[in-house]
């Protein structure tokens, strides 16, 4: 599932890229619009909002790809099928809105990973790790992703994408972590996770041609929190396990 916090940020590269040296423009595909998205306030929450949203993936030839799923990556290494690819990610903070008003605001920050690749006909396969180098985020995240595109006719596509995500004891304590300042302000319980926790998403999407350059889109997540983060009060009493993502987006592609 998609953070909602990291578009901003998405935003910003893509206008970077707009105004890059028209000798580039030829190197570059992909597509770039724009969309609406209803998802949770913040991860574990069960209050959901609506927000505009970037729609991105570009590729830079075999070297770069950008999008917000994977990141800014580099794609340092092609044998066959396989890649090996340094990336700069973004990580979800939590807005400290709606039910934990009271807490204290985690911001978000740029991730560093590396991902491993393996493409074998409609299946892309990959694993990563990650750590962030900014914000309030502390830790290590792991993921196991599969992605499956198939057409069902000239102009219609679709998409499924099951992954896992592990989050190590110090992210854990980052995003789900309740202080003593917390629970003081807040009357909830104090909480140390004593692990991480493993986020099981599977997400799909339909994507229909327009024209040979528009295209729309519409798409939906759900993920399930297991472990010391579905332990939580932040989730336990305040939100849910289950976490889900919809969305439709009209796309230029190029």
Do not use: C
């Not at 597509?31 to 306030?41: M, N, R, T």
């Not at 092609?78 to 934990?100: A, C, E, M, Q």
């Amino acid at each position: 599932m998609i953070p909602v916090t990291q578009y901003t940020w998405w935003s910003a590269a893509v206008i970077g890229l707009a105004i890059s040296p028209l000798t580039w423009a030829d190197s570059w595909e992909g597509s770039i619009g724009a969309g609406v998205l209803y998802a949770p306030d913040y991860l574990g929450s069960d209050d959901y909002d609506t927000k505009l949203w970037p729609s991105i993936n570009l590729t830079y030839g075999e070297t770069f790809t950008i999008n917000p799923r994977s990141g800014i990556e580099w794609h340092a290494i092609r044998d066959g099928g396989w890649t090996v690819s340094p990336f700069v990610g973004y990580t979800f903070g939590r807005d400290n809105k709606g039910d934990i008003s009271a807490f204290e605001e985690v911001d978000g920050g740029a991730t560093l990973g590396l991902r491993v690749g393996y493409e074998q006909r409609e299946w892309l396969y990959s694993v990563a790790a990650s750590t962030p180098v900014t914000g309030d985020v502390d830790g290590a995240e792991f993921e196991v992703a599969a992605a499956w595109r198939t057409p069902l006719s000239e102009r219609l596509f679709f998409s499924l994408s099951p992954s896992a995500h592990y989050s190590n004891e110090k992210w854990t304590e980052s995003m789900f972590g309740v202080s003593a300042r917390d629970s003081l302000r807040s009357g909830i319980a104090q909480y140390n996770p004593d692990g991480g926790y493993w986020r099981l998403g599977v997400s799909s999407s339909l994507t229909y041609a327009l024209t040979p350059e528009w295209s729309a889109t519409g798409f939906v997540g759900t993920s399930y929190l297991t472990g010391n983060a579905s332990d939580s009060p932040i989730v336990d009493e305040l939100g849910s396990d289950w976490q889900t993502v919809t969305g439709v987006s009209l796309n230029y592609n190029f």
